[in-house]
């Protein structure tokens, strides 16, 4: 193992870390609360919500992210004109937050219709209106459910963010690809696997604290 | 003093008709429990008043005021915020208590007087923490519906019904998911509210109950009213052939 050689690339492949870094908190930023509203319009009583947000997701889902990301970069300027062109950033962040938001739209759908029809009466019973019921009852409890879903995506979008080296962003793939184009030395790639296994740990165990943290109640004791 | 009136109602799911023109008065003070096998409407009938499922049609009045009736042959109810309203002269205990899990017994109870009611916080406090001395469960207010046995669930289910202040309060087969010996401190509790004269329509299967606390018991089969007594009358002196053989058959 060439100690010296890793040292020599380790800056550029950490600042590649960086840029991955920050594409990924900046979609979770954006993505996690986004999500909520196509999840709540998804199971509307007002058919107009349900069409909006279910072909949201549908289109969000059902095409690459890859083509997506493309579409963004490269199709949005040449269709609506220039003032929609973005840095290869702005447009990674964008794409992402949009894709990323169709699938917690999902998982949010899926906790929330898995809540007890009971809980449901009891609010009604008890005279809450449908978002008090929505708010104090339904959602706190959702968030323990969906926590082991979300988690998933979250792991997955660590490893997604490698797709925007297909834009020339400069992330943790990118400076690994260049340094073995350069030097005809595949050390780079290695180390990069490691980088994005230790970022993938450290959610592993947040998401483990998470999920505690979330089902506290759910203990027989405390 | 009538609190609950229930004229006529039908209750149809799809070609399945679940209530068949039930009529009946609820005066204030009276325990009526409602006996009958399962199938026969009585909990629909329950949930009917509670507004948890929508009659045919027919007309319910609670505590006076109208919570459906029926015009044209339609039933009609008056806007969501009324209904509410009228539904919160009601309390509702149910089978499986559906207590909120992520709450704590005490926010089970002041959640619903702080949110919808609009009491303040530290009196809807003291007003739960004497009505969990009434269901005898002063010590479980922090702790969460999982850390509770059922009957204690229950218990502190009906605390949650009686926080609201209710001019009636219906259960639902109340001790039908627990195991016998904690069906015991649930019956028990529910007397002590018999004993102080709290109106309430209760739907059973529990017969020793109705028979010693139930101040009129109706017995109900393929969603009618068959007869309805006393209960000393009512189990002592059965009238109606159905009655009979439905006593018989729990015997």
Known sequence: MDTAYMSAILPSLLSGTKLTLFIFFATLLISLPLGLPFALGSISRFAPFRVLAKGYIWIFRGTPLMLQLFFVYYGLPIMFGASLRMTNMTAAVVTFACNYAAYFAEIYRAGIQSIDAGQHEAAKSLGFTSWQTMKIIILPQTIARVIPPISNEVITLVKDTALVTAIGVGELLKAAKDANNRDVNPTAFFMAAIIYLALTFLLTLLSQWCEKRFSRHERKEI | ?251
């Open chain 2, 1 to 251: 003093m009538s609190i609950l009136n229930i004229e006529h109602v039908t209750k149809k799911f799809g070609g399945f008709t679940a209530l068949n023109d039930v009529s009946l008065n609820v005066e204030k003070g009276e325990a009526v429990a409602i006996i009958g096998s399962s199938g026969s409407g009585k909990s629909t009938l329950l949930r009917c008043v509670n507004n948890l499922e929508r009659v045919t049609t027919g007309k319910i009045t609670v505590d006076g005021k109208v919570l459906v009736d029926t015009v044209d042959g339609k039933a009609v109810y008056p806007k969501e915020a009324e209904i509410r309203t009228i539904c919160t002269k009601t309390g509702m205990v149910f089978q499986h208590f559906n207590l909120f899990p992520h709450l704590s017994c005490i926010d089970n109870i002041t959640s619903a007087p702080i949110n919808v009611l609009k009491i303040p916080a530290e009196q809807a406090r003291v007003e739960a923490m004497r009505l969990l001395g009434v269901v005898g469960l002063t010590e479980k207010a922090d702790s969460y519906p999982a850390q509770l046995s059922g009957g204690q669930k229950q218990r502190v289910a009906i605390a949650r019904a009686l926080a609201m202040n209710p001019q009636i309060m219906l259960f639902d087969e109340p001790t039908s998911a627990l195991d016998p010996e904690t069906t015991n401190e649930v019956v028990s509790t529910i007397q002590k509210l018999v004993e102080q004269k709290i109106t309430m329509l209760i739907v059973t299967h529990d017969m020793r109950f109705a028979r010693n606390s139930a101040t009129r018991v109706i017995f109900m089969d393929e969603g009618s009213i068959i007869e309805q007594n006393t209960p000393d009358k009512l189990f002592n002196h059965p009238e109606n052939p159905r009655l009979q053989a439905f006593l018989n058959s729990i015997h």
